[in-house]
């Protein structure tokens, strides 16, 4: 059975930082791409950042240069460190793991930012 759990998430005032971690387990996420998207209330799921199994990252521009997206293979984890957080990155948090044959999506987190 696969499964991504996400920890990490809470509630920062604006311009802290917050680190979400995507632990995997039944996959090698390592062999996946890994993503972190995020759906606020009210709006569609939306991508933040991709890192591919290379370790090319792509990034949502309204993060760039904020968050930083990464893997530690050996505990089979991907990272999103979240520096200089805005009120407008409220929403809950999610994982993916994607190998382009098939899918996995984590249970999601929420960080909330407050002003």
């Known amino acids: 059975q696969v499964q991504l759990v996400e920890s990490g998430g809470g509630l920062v005032q604006a311009g802290g930082s917050l680190r979400l971690s995507c632990a995997a387990s039944?996959?090698?996420?390592?062999?996946?791409?890994g993503g972190w998207y995020r759906q606020a209330p009210g709006k569609q799921r939306e991508l933040v950042a991709t890192?591919?199994?290379?370790?090319?990252?792509n990034y949502a521009d309204s993060v760039k240069g904020r968050f930083t997206i990464s893997r530690g293979n050996a505990e089979n984890t991907v990272y999103l460190q979240m520096n200089n957080l805005k009120p407008d990155d409220t929403a809950v948090y999610y994982c993916?793991?994607?190998?382009?044959?098939?899918?996995?999506w984590g249970q999601g987190t929420q960080v909330t930012v407050s002003p």
């Open positions: 890192i591919s199994t290379g370790g090319s990252t």
């Open positions: 039944g996959i090698i996420y390592s062999v996946y791409t």
């Open positions: 993916k793991a994607d190998n382009f044959r098939r899918y996995y």
